[in-house]
């Protein structure tokens, strides 16, 4: 079964408007982090932002926020004001378990699919 | 400070060869993952190295092999090079221990022909 399921394959939104990317997640974890990350067309992975599952209020991180809603297992990225440089790929991930103290740690995580996501001027 | 550094960049092997990429991490981190990234499976998960031990594995054939090194550098080591194996291939480092901040590097784009 799909861990994370990003619906929307291609997104398209106006410079300066705003816009959301869909992300469901499936875990019997009662503990996991949630990632996203923007992937331009030169490969790299940029973090964006983080949402552990015990944190109470919604992520945000300038013009990018967090639709953290637990119940439904979702987590929607909104990107507000967008720019023409917010043109790539964007993906959602999730890290099940906590990150362990002690010198251990997690480091897998289980990305969507992806969705690309165009602004036009 | 310097980020995450993935060499070669570009990479273009016969089948049939090995190939070696490898990852420095952010100076302080201990724990160095590996992702393959390919259109048809998108991202999925190689293995995790903390403290120059193997913490995590994902579901790859044995010819998928990796080390890391007492200042963290970690390598990647694929035998038997096959035409599905071409893909971007990424590395994470993070601090490990109670952090969850993962960086990622500018991947290895491995071409098998």
């Known amino acids: 079964a799909q861990k994370i399921t990003q619906t929307q394959p291609g997104m398209f939104v106006q410079e300066k408007e705003a816009v959301t990317l869909d992300c469901t997640y499936d875990?019997?974890?009662?503990?996991?982090?949630l990632f996203w990350y923007k992937q331009p067309s030169s490969g790299e992975m940029i973090f964006l932002i983080y949402?552990?599952?015990?944190?109470?209020q919604n992520a945000t991180e300038g013009r990018y926020s967090l639709n953290f809603q637990k119940a439904r297992k979702s987590a929607n990225l909104v990107i507000s004001a967008s720019q023409l440089g917010d043109s790539a790929m964007y993906f959602c991930?999730?890290?099940?378990?906590?990150?362990?103290?002690?010198?251990?740690?997690?480091?897998?995580?289980?990305f969507g699919q992806g969705t690309i996501l165009t602004v036009h001027p | 400070k310097a980020g995450v550094t993935q060499t070669p960049r570009y990479l273009i092997k016969t089948r049939g060869q090995q190939v070696t990429l490898s990852c420095s991490p952010i100076?302080?981190?201990?724990?160095v993952s590996w992702y393959q990234q390919t259109p048809g499976q998108g991202l999925q998960f190689l293995f995790e190295?903390?403290?120059?031990?193997?913490?995590n594995k994902g579901n790859f054939p044995g010819r998928f092999s990796g080390r890391q090194f007492s200042n963290s550098r970690s390598e990647m080591n694929v035998s038997t090079l096959e035409l599905g194996d071409s893909a971007l291939y990424l590395c994470?480092?993070?601090?490990?221990?109670?952090?969850?901040?993962?960086?990622f590097g500018s991947g290895t784009r491995l071409t098998v022909v």
């Open positions: 994470a480092s993070s601090p490990g221990g109670a952090s969850y901040g993962y960086t």
């Open positions: 875990t019997s974890d009662p503990s996991y982090g």
């Open positions: 949402q552990g599952s015990y944190d109470q």
């Open positions: 991930a999730m890290r099940e378990g906590p990150p362990r103290a002690g010198g251990t740690s997690y480091g897998k995580l289980t």
């Open positions: 100076s302080g981190h201990r724990s």
């Open positions: 190295y903390f403290s120059e031990t193997q913490r």
